[in-house]
C-alpha cells in the first residue's frame, strides 16, 4: 500500500503539468492568431480559463 502514494503522486503532478502546458499553448496561439488582442482581453480569458 505505502507504494501507491508515490505513484498517485507522480501521475497528478503530470497530469497538472499537462493542463498547465495546454493552458499556456492556447493562451501562445490565440494570441498569436489575435494579435490586435489587448492585454486585458487576455488577462480577462486567463481569469475565466482558471474559474472553469
Not at 497530469?15 to 501562445?28: H, P, R
Request: aromatic content about 16%; hydrophobic content about 50%.
Amino acid at each position: 500500500m505505502p507504494q501507491m502514494a508515490p505513484l498517485n503522486w507522480s501521475i497528478l503532478m503530470t497530469f497538472s503539468l499537462l493542463v498547465l502546458m495546454m493552458f499556456i499553448m492556447v493562451n501562445y496561439f490565440s494570441s498569436s492568431l489575435n494579435p490586435k488582442l489587448t492585454n486585458n482581453n487576455t488577462f480577462k480569458k486567463i481569469s475565466i480559463s482558471w474559474k472553469w
